[in-house]
């Protein structure tokens, strides 16, 4: 009976731990269309990075993580990495610079594009 209660109480810890490993943060992300929204999401693509989902409307992306391997910083910079600002970094201006004309978000001009739906191969 001893035995069973020590088990039981081991899986539980483990499954504690597992839990604990894994961690969860929102934070904004400037994006325009549906072509920043898929850029956003793939800088996101990263081993340790259990889910990202970019909300186009809130303009902020839900990421799950592995703590061990991630911080909320280096989440931040993979979004600034592909030129797009969050509500903690700037993205640099050559970073920026790179991002098509339609996806401009500090530009007056920019943003052009209706809705969202268009994707890069719209841009070719």
Do not use: P
């Amino acid at each position: 009976m001893l035995t069973r209660f020590l088990f039981l109480v081991a899986v539980a810890l483990i499954a504690q731990s597992a839990q604990a490993q894994k961690a969860e943060v929102e934070f904004g992300v400037s994006g325009v269309c549906g072509m920043c929204k898929n850029r956003i999401e793939a800088a996101f693509d990263q081993k340790g990075i259990v889910a990202a989902d970019y909300d186009l409307e809130k303009k902020t992306i839900l990421v799950v993580y592995k703590s061990k391997k991630w911080n909320e910083q280096s989440l931040h910079k993979l979004a600034t990495g592909v030129g797009h600002d969050t509500d903690r970094y700037k993205a640099t201006d050559e970073q920026y610079a790179n991002l098509h004309g339609c996806c401009k978000y500090r530009d007056s001009e920019g943003g052009s594009c209706t809705g969202g739906g268009h994707d890069q191969e719209d841009h070719r």
